[in-house]
């Protein structure tokens, strides 16, 4: 399935006939990627198995703003459940990436240790009442995150798709909330662009170990009212 048949679907038509969700293929030409949060929202309303990259995502070729892109496109299927096939080449000087990215669907190729095949929940937000509650399980972290400051929310949110540094450095305030993000390993920095890393957790799957009471602290309390 690609994504022009996705939109023509109904909420109801979100399986073929035989019963089973299909696969979204996305286009081979990464410059026709769907906007990520968009894309979200068209897979709560029509859900699909999963979502194919059909092109090895070559992050020592790809211009940065493709790259935050993928990212922002692996971090909302994650966010809503759906199944990512991708795979991933990086150039021998962007092996820190791992570590960054690896709360995030594993790609099918062999890059060394990702942890989220292991480790569910390990960086995630919840929204609140004019907040943002981030839980962050990563070994090198392993902390919970109260965002309530309006530039800092602001520059999350704004970096949600992806986005350039330029976007959210445009004031003092603004680069001084998100060089803070950057540095609480919650905003990543590619080059000349920037994307927001946390998970929007939306629900708990079924079945999934909770990570002692983290979710009772942060998941009740900070409920996702607001979606």
């Known amino acids: 399935m690609h994504i022009d048949e996705l939109k023509a679907r109904g909420p109801d038509e979100g399986r073929p006939a035989a019963g089973r969700p299909a696969t979204l293929t996305l286009a081979p030409d990464w410059a026709e990627l769907p906007v990520a949060t968009e894309l979200a929202a068209l897979l709560l309303r029509v859900p699909v198995a999963g979502v194919r990259l059909p092109e090895p995502a070559d992050f020592s070729a790809l211009p940065d703003h493709t790259i935050v892109r993928i990212i922002a496109l692996l ?12 795979s991933l080449n990086l150039g021998a000087e962007q092996q820190h990436l791992i570590r960054q990215l690896d709360h995030l669907p594993a790609p099918d190729t062999s890059v060394g240790e990702w942890r989220s095949s292991s480790n569910f929940g390990l960086l995630y937000f919840r929204k609140g009442p004019k ?3 981030v839980i962050d399980e990563r070994p090198e972290h392993s902390r919970r995150v109260i965002v309530d400051d309006p530039a800092t929310m602001a520059v ?18 603004y680069a001084a909330a998100a060089r803070d993000l950057v540095k609480k390993g919650l905003l990543l920095r590619v080059g000349d662009q920037c994307v927001t890393l946390p998970v929007h957790m939306r629900s708990w799957p ?21 979606g």
């Open 131 to 133: 907040f943002l509650s």
């Open 206 to 226: 079924i079945g999934t170990v909770l990570l002692g009471g983290t979710l009772a602290s942060a998941g009740k309390k900070s409920d996702d009212a607001n």
């Open 75 to 86: 971090r909302e299927c994650s966010s809503i459940g759906a199944r990512v096939i991708w």
């Open 156 to 173: 999350f949110v704004q970096a949600l798709d992806g986005c350039a540094w330029t976007e959210v450095t445009r004031t003092p305030q």
